[in-house]
């Protein structure tokens, strides 16, 4: 308007003026049609102000998406710190059972793990010795009969994720014949505890721990048999489920199962460079294996994700494994349909933004 009125108090001549005003039209009727502007033919409808909404929505999207860890393993790692005390209950509990069991056979009255110390220490060293493979064969016993009722769940399992992983990699650009002649070889070595008397094979003693409850999975050096730890097996139960085996306990170990599968993909490796390099490749097959998956629970995308990812949620790594911050957010990185399931944005090119 001021300019409007300058242009009035202008000492010149009535012609040059209407030039003047017919060219500031011009430029402001320009304005008005630029896309965007409020009073744009695109804008009207729009309330003055939301030209930035979707730029702010994709902030928020930017800002939820920031990592990925967070949102599927708690700002502090809650699901690992939870995982990690369900896995100190279960050895616990089977601990406990054992003691039970061993001290009624002996006849010996402890009630407590200081008071059953407490008789080992006062026993000869022959006759701990013999107590000890009491203890072991115990254990086993215990832990067969609450592995039992998981292992046609577990097979299921490993027979489903190993059609997905055969086709995932025949619909590859240069299909990989001598991986998917190792998938199709691939089994699950499951341990008869109860046939054992106590006498635990010595690899499934050193990948599972002396007391077969480490909370862990690993391939054979072949990288053609799989094992599922007890203790990974045992931690993975959920009380959610109707029973044992049921569908939450089947997602908690849908991807260290699909991992498993991906070093079998990969094949052998040697050396620590080349192990690390391994484990982020079969963290990518794992996610590539399960996002058929995502296409069937549109709607719970995120809690599955959380509940399948659970066992990588610790936040320290080891000399081959990255920590579990850096995996998570790599996988959601790598892998468009992980993205999108968090609703994180992918770029033109398929992968996720930012």
């Known amino acids: ?46 309330a003055i102000g939301d030209e930035h909404a979707e730029t702010r929505a994709h902030e928020r999207a930017d800002a939820q998406c920031a990592s990925p860890y967070a949102r599927l393993c708690g700002a502090a790692a809650e699901r690992a710190d939870d995982r990690a005390s369900r896995h100190k209950a279960v050895i616990r ?34 006759r701990r010795d013999a107590i000890t493979r009491l203890v072991r064969k115990a254990r086993a016993l215990e832990i067969d009969a609450r592995l039992a009722p998981l292992e046609g769940a577990v097979r299921e399992e490993m027979e489903r994720l190993r059609a997905l992983a055969i086709a ?24 008869d505890l109860s046939a054992l008397r ?14 077969l409850l480490v909370d862990d999975a690993w391939v054979t050096k072949d990288a ?18 109707p029973t ?14 699909a991992h498993e599968l991906g070093h079998v993909a990969i094949g052998p490796t040697l050396g620590l460079e080349r192990a690390r390099d391994a484990e982020v490749r079969a963290d990518a097959i794992a996610a590539d294996i399960l996002a058929a998956d995502l296409d069937a629970r549109a709607g719970d995308a995120e809690r599955y994700l959380q509940r ?7 936040p ?31 770029d033109d090119t398929g992968r996720p933004a930012g």
């Open 198 to 211: 106590g006498e635990v094979p010595r690899a499934l003693r050193m990948g599972c721990g002396e007391h």
């Open 93 to 126: 509990d089977i601990e406990h059972a054992v003691l039970a069991m061993v001290t009624a056979q002996l006849g010996v009255e402890a009630t407590s793990l200081d008071d059953w110390r407490a008789y080992l220490a006062s026993q000869p060293a022959e």
């Open 224 to 241: 053609e048999s799989l094992t599922l730890c007890p203790g990974f097996l045992l931690v993975s139960r959920d009380a959610s489920d």
């Open 308 to 314: 399948t990812l659970e066992p990588i949620c610790a």
């Open 168 to 191: 995932r990699v025949a619909a590859a650009r240069h299909a990989d014949r001598a991986a998917i002649g190792r998938l199709e070889r691939a089994t699950l070595d499951w341990t």
């Open 244 to 257: 044992p085996d049921g569908p939450a306990f089947r997602e908690r170990i849908a991807f260290l199962l």
């Open 316 to 346: 320290e790594g080891d000399r081959t494994h990255p920590p579990g911050r850096v995996r998570i957010d790599e996988i959601v990185a790598r892998h468009p349909r992980v993205a999108a399931a968090l609703q994180c944005p992918v």
């Open 1 to 46: 308007m001021l300019v409007f009125a300058h242009l009035r108090a202008m000492p010149s001549s009535r012609p040059l003026r209407r030039a003047l005003l017919a060219a500031l039209c011009a430029i402001v009727t320009g304005c008005a049609a630029t896309p965007g502007h409020p009073t744009a033919p695109a804008a009207r409808g729009r």
